[in-house]
């Protein structure tokens, strides 16, 4: 067999912003065979075709995605000349990659360009099922008043899930006329 001559097949990978991306994988198709390899640090990348060999004229179709599987790209380029400068712009996927006889569920990759792990959770929080009052769909309170002023001595608040939390409101004399001077923070009961 033959040797093929030397094809280079070279660029950048850059994100839907227009970062260079690193890490990338970028997978080569043509007729005889397929390649998988990684961009660099700077996010470029260098191939040879003869490694899997070529037929001129052949179109070439190139892969791309970046590390966390969030961006993609298609590519294709016909085999001509001594090399090929293909530089990849990825997109944000908008649809799941489907696999036979299995129903591929939604599902987050990444929150802040990091993959979700202990140390990156996803940021959520189940309202009226924490220590958090729910001042959004403003719960009704409770105020306890035992002075003749009218005003507060404490607030209790029942959460959606029944957790019962209490502050205490404190209170200074000054010329016969009590004066709100600090609220406690909620305390679960």
Known sequence: MTPYTPYLVFGTVTDSLGYLESSALVEIIGKLGTMCFSTNDSGIYVADLADIGYVSGETITVNTQDKYNNESSEDTFVV??????????????????????????????????????????????????????????????????????????????????????????????????????????????
């Open 80 to 189: 001509a000349d001594g090399s090929y400068n293909l530089d990849v712009s990825l997109s944000v996927r908008d649809t799941a990659q489907g696999v036979t006889g299995y129903t591929v569920r939604s599902m987050l990759h990444s929150v802040g360009n990091s993959p979700i792990t202990k140390d990156n959770p996803l940021p959520i929080e189940l309202i009226g099922q924490s220590d958090s009052i729910d001042l959004v769909n403003n719960p009704s309170t409770v105020w306890t008043i035992t002075n003749a002023d009218g005003q507060p001595d404490s607030e209790t608040t029942t959460l959606a899930n029944n957790d019962i939390y209490k502050r205490t409101y404190t209170y200074s004399t000054v010329s016969g006329m009590r004066i709100l001077t600090a609220r406690s923070k909620w305390e679960k009961q």
